[in-house]
């Protein structure tokens, strides 16, 4: 396949040393990175990474190219930061974006608490998923907000996880967290074709206990529902963003944080963190098989690795979306340890 003139590819590669309980292992990491703007006028998806992090956004809104573009580069740029503080960083960021983008239109606005406004009132919109794969000294950490989800292979053994939770409307601990913040808040699943109120996500039982309607109809390849959260008259598809501030009554950009540590064999593992571009044409066990293909993990090959993703994955989103699908951003993190 040729790629077309909005795709973009970058690699590295990362060789240290470090010492387990019982002997000392050399660690090789390879990343790569690959992105598409598919069948959209924009590209709001931006993929980055450095010796020390890689990071994944999805941008939404008016302003979400310019959130998700400046998350990577705060992100990068802070290297010394992690979780909570990093995310508190690029939220900042964020405010600052909106605010730089506003001057140089060189329009009337207008700013109140966190919100911004446009000269008739209306809130100014866009945010950001943010998936941060940290490469620490002894291991790896994950900090995400939103639905750009991270995968972790086990190339050995071909088999995967999804490290991630995706913050939607559809995970019940989001829900109840939401309600905490927000009690007016609405978890409604979306019909296909748009955002349409039909059916709240949860329902409580006689019991008191929350539990998930009947699903509308749409769905991706994974039967995960399309669903949002609505406030005043305001919608949004997850429950954790970067910016999106007309819905910080219901919503944070405080992220979810796992560390792992380094195994003490040696082995290789891959992780794969994408949109939802990707993951919402392609089945999990798919992208599991293709970064265990033996002429990729035998030389640490990201590069072929992702560009074979990528191909997967346009195949797979005209056959279920049609030309007209979404952006694609992927990375592809080889770790070997021996």
Known sequence: ???????????????????????PMTRTIKISSVS???????????????????????????????????????????????????????ERSASATIERALLNANVSWSKTGDCFFSHDGDYVRGGT?????????????????????????????GTFEIVTSDHSATNLNEFLEAKKRYPGARFMFE???????????????P????????PMTYSTVRNDFGSYVE?????????????????????????????????????????????????????????????CEKRFVSTLDSDEAVKALMDYAKQENLKHFGKNYDNIGIAVVYVRYE
């Open 129 to 157: 998923t943010a998936t941060v794969l940290s490469i620490l000294d002894d291991g790896i950490e994950l900090s995400h907000v939103g639905d750009s989800e991270a995968m972790c292979v086990d190339c050995e053994k």
């Open 191 to 205: 019909k296909q074709g748009g955002y349409q109120a039909e059916r709240e996500v949860f329902r409580q039982t």
């Open 231 to 291: 406030f005043d008259g305001n919608l949004l598809a997850m429950t954790r963003a970067i910016g999106d501030f007309h819905m910080k009554k219901v919503m944070t950009h405080l992220p979810t944080t796992i560390r792992r540590k380094d195994p003490s064999v040696a082995t290789t593992h891959a992780y794969v963190i994408a949109t939802d571009g990707m993951w919402d044409a392609v089945q999990y066990q798919a992208i599991c098989d293709i970064v």
């Open 36 to 90: 598409d703007i598919g069948g959209s006028r924009e590209m709001q998806d931006s993929v980055g990474f450095d010796s020390k992090r890689v990071i994944v956004a999805d941008g939404h809104g008016k302003y979400g190219k310019g959130i998700a573009d400046y998350s990577v580069l705060t992100a990068l740029h802070h290297s010394e930061y992690f979780g909570d503080e990093l995310f508190g960083i690029m």
């Open 207 to 214: 019991e008191g206990e929350w539990v998930m309607n009947t």
């Open 1 to 23: 396949m040729i790629y077309s003139s909005h795709s973009e590819m970058s690699s590295t590669n990362i060789v240290g040393c470090f010492e387990t309980d019982s002997k």
